[in-house]
C-alpha cells in the first residue's frame, strides 16, 4: 500500500496520505454553472461528496438508498433480488435514487411503496468514483448497482471473449450476491386502464400487434424491415401499436399486455414485457459496444427468471436473414 496517493476525477485533484484525503485542489461546476478554482485542506473523499448529496436529497429519511446505474435491463433484474438483499442488511426503510425519471416508472411497478429520488449529480463523475457494492455512511447503507464498475466492464469483456456461457441473467445475479430470484406482483399506477384507453381506443377490440423497435445498447434493424413488417399486419386486418417516446413506460406494458402478439428488439424494454402471458417474437441483434458472440444464447429471454418459454420465439438475425424472420413471426401471427 502506498503512504501516498494522488487520485484525478475530471478537473479534481485529490491528495491522500494513507488513504485518508488531506489535500484538494482543481475546478468544479457550481450548480449555476459557474467554474470555480477551489484549494481544501482535509477534504471529503470524491465519493462522500456524492453520498452527502443524496442524504440531502432524500433528506437523511432513508436507512438503505439503492443508487441506480444500471441500464433498464439490469434494473429490471434488480427487481427480483432486492428482497433478498434488505433482508440481508435488516433494511427498514429503503429508497431509489437515480439519475433517469423512467426508473421511477419501473421500479414502482414492483416496489409501489419505496419512494424514488432522481438525483442531478454527473454521472461520469459518479461512475468513477463509487468503487463499492455495498458502502456505510453517516449510519446509511448505500447499495450501488452494479458496481464496482471496473469489475462489472470485466464481466462484459470475458462475455466479448467468450469466457462466459451463462444465461445473462444469472450472471448479474451472482454478481449482485443473490442466491435466487423472488417474483414480485404488478402495481400499475392508479386509473392506467383509463389512460390508455383514451390514448389508443384501437385496445378495445383486443386486435392490435405491439411492437419495440429501439434499444440503447444494439444494432436497430433497417426502416424498410419495419415498414415490410408493419403493411402485412394491417393487411391482416390487425392495428399497430408502436413504443413511442409519448407512452410511459407502465403504459407500454399495459398496453402490450392486451395485445395479440408482441415484436420486439432484444433490448432491455424486452425484459419487461417477458413475464406477459401474449407471444412474443424477439429479435436478436449485434450490440452497438462491442462484439458479443452467441448474442442469442447468452440473453435468451427463455432463460429469464418467471417466463412462459412457450410464449417466446426467438431470431437471430446475426445467423438468420430478415427476409426469413419476416416471414417466421407474419407465420406465428398467422397462426
Not at 35 to 62: A, R, S
Not at 197 to 211: G, R
Request: aromatic share 14%; proline share 4%; with cysteine.
Amino acid at each position: 500500500m502506498k503512504i501516498i496517493n494522488k487520485y484525478k476525477i475530471n478537473n479534481e485533484n485529490e491528495i491522500r496520505f494513507l488513504n485518508i484525503p488531506i489535500y484538494s485542489y482543481g475546478t468544479r461546476c457550481q450548480h449555476n454553472f459557474e467554474i470555480m478554482e477551489y484549494v481544501e485542506l482535509f477534504p471529503k473523499t470524491f465519493k462522500h461528496q456524492v453520498y452527502d448529496e443524496f442524504l440531502k436529497l432524500t433528506e437523511k429519511k432513508h436507512d438503505f438508498i439503492i443508487i441506480v446505474r444500471a441500464g433498464l435491463g439490469e434494473a429490471y433484474l434488480l427487481n427480483y433480488m432486492l428482497d433478498e438483499i434488505f433482508q440481508r442488511f435488516n433494511t427498514q426503510n429503503p429508497c431509489f435514487v437515480g439519475h433517469r425519471a423512467f426508473y421511477d416508472e419501473l421500479f414502482s411497478l414492483y416496489y409501489p411503496d419505496i419512494p424514488y429520488y432522481t438525483h442531478n449529480v454527473d454521472t461520469s463523475f459518479m461512475f468513477k468514483v463509487l468503487d463499492k457494492k455495498i458502502d456505510k455512511y453517516k449510519n446509511h447503507i448505500f447499495n450501488v448497482n452494479p458496481s464496482p464498475f471496473k469489475d462489472w466492464a470485466k464481466k462484459l469483456t470475458q462475455l466479448k471473449n467468450g469466457e462466459i456461457d451463462e444465461n445473462y441473467s444469472e450472471i448479474v445475479k451472482k454478481f449482485n450476491n443473490v442466491k435466487n430470484f423472488k417474483n414480485k406482483e404488478i402495481h400499475y399506477k392508479k386509473d392506467i386502464e383509463k389512460i390508455v384507453a383514451t390514448k389508443f381506443p384501437e385496445m378495445k377490440k383486443k386486435k392490435f400487434i405491439f411492437i419495440v423497435q429501439g434499444a440503447n445498447f444494439v444494432q436497430l434493424l433497417p426502416n424498410s424491415f419495419w415498414e415490410k413488417l408493419i403493411f402485412k399486419i394491417e393487411d391482416l386486418g390487425y392495428k399497430v401499436i408502436l413504443n413511442t417516446e409519448n407512452i410511459s413506460l407502465q403504459e407500454a406494458r399495459y398496453i402490450a399486455s392486451h395485445s395479440k402478439a408482441i415484436i420486439a428488439i432484444r433490448g432491455g424494454f424486452s425484459e419487461i414485457l417477458s413475464t406477459l402471458n401474449v407471444p412474443k417474437h424477439i429479435i436478436y441483434t449485434p450490440r452497438r459496444a462491442d462484439d458479443i458472440k452467441n448474442m442469442a444464447e447468452i440473453f435468451s429471454l427463455k432463460k429469464y427468471p418467471f417466463v412462459d418459454s412457450q410464449t417466446i420465439y426467438e431470431y437471430d438475425s446475426q445467423n438468420t436473414d430478415l427476409e426469413t424472420i419476416y416471414e417466421s413471426i407474419i407465420g406465428g401471427i398467422e397462426n
